[in-house]
């Protein structure tokens, strides 16, 4: 098994994610999700793409 010298830095040689399909609204704006990476918790909101990108926390850059 060969390994570039990325692998390390990316966390590894991973695929694609397999995307849960179903239909729920973003709880910040409404606007409509068909297409999620993850099974949502019944519990807890989930956000659109860009509700999220202004709702995380900043990234540390090195």
Same mark, same amino acid.
């Given at each position: 098994? *060969? $390994?570039? +010298?990325?692998?390390?830095? %990316?966390?590894? @040689? $991973?695929?694609?994610? &397999?995307?849960? +399909?179903? @239909?729920?609204?973003?709880?910040? =704006?409404?606007? &409509?999700?068909? &297409?999620?990476? $993850?099974?949502? *918790?019944?519990? !807890?909101?989930?956000? =659109?793409?860009? =509700?999220?990108? +202004?709702?995380?926390?900043? !990234? $540390?850059? %090195?």
């Amino acid at each position: 098994m *060969a $390994f570039n +010298k990325f692998d390390n830095q %990316r966390g590894g @040689n $991973f695929g694609p994610r &397999e995307m849960v +399909k179903g @239909n729920w609204k973003c709880g910040e =704006c409404g606007t &409509e999700i068909t &297409e999620l990476p $993850f099974e949502p *918790a019944p519990d !807890r909101p989930i956000y =659109c793409k860009d =509700c999220w990108s +202004k709702k995380r926390p900043p !990234r $540390f850059s %090195r």
